[in-house]
């Protein structure tokens, strides 16, 4: 019997950033990762700088100027892709709100990293007070739905193709 890897959050210092764009770049499509930037596909210039700045703005937290903290994810030690939490504060959302998201390396796909990933980030979101986490995937995106649904989601499929998830963490929030 084969044993489950041992999956933790690492805060993404310069040293991890350098790892985790190394590894986005070998195993995963820019697509995954970054917005669209630059001319054309792929890792680009643009797409590379946005993801150092990208991860230098995220290390300072859920209280930091931008509301987001990211974390690596490592599975037995190694990084394999990254989840984030990001404050919502806009007027559309319920106090105590953020979204997540996440991306993996192909290699760690389909081995129960993701879902680890997750619920070591919601662990966080309820460490910091937080009263419930969305998420926003594509309708053809059925592992992220099940991932989503195995952590206690509520999945609401929207016109424009779009699927939104709501995982509510505390049903007192301050």
């Not at 040293?15 to 680009?44: C, I, K």
């Not at 390396?105 to 007070?129: D, M």
Request: proline share 4%; net charge negative; with cysteine.
């Amino acid at each position: 019997m084969s044993r489950s890897p041992e999956v933790r959050l690492a805060d993404v210092d310069e040293p991890m950033q350098e790892r985790l764009l190394e590894l986005a770049q070998r195993d995963a499509s820019a697509d995954d990762v970054t917005p669209p930037l630059g001319n054309g596909t792929g890792w680009n210039a643009e797409r590379i700088d946005w993801f150092g700045a990208y991860h230098r703005s995220a290390a300072a937290g859920l209280d930091g100027p931008v509301s987001e903290k990211s974390w690596a994810v490592l599975c037995d030690g190694s990084p394999a892709g990254s989840v984030r939490l990001k404050g919502i504060d806009d007027g559309t959302a319920q106090p105590g709100t953020a979204e997540t998201g996440i991306w993996l390396g192909r290699n760690y796909r389909g081995r129960g990293i993701g879902g680890a990933a997750l619920r070591l980030v919601l662990a966080e979101a309820r460490r910091t007070g937080l009263h419930q986490v969305v998420a926003h995937t594509t309708a053809g995106n059925i592992g992220a739905q099940r991932l989503l649904t195995a952590a206690g989601a509520a999945l609401t499929h929207d016109d424009d193709g779009t699927v939104s998830a709501v995982v509510v963490l505390s049903t007192n929030w301050r």
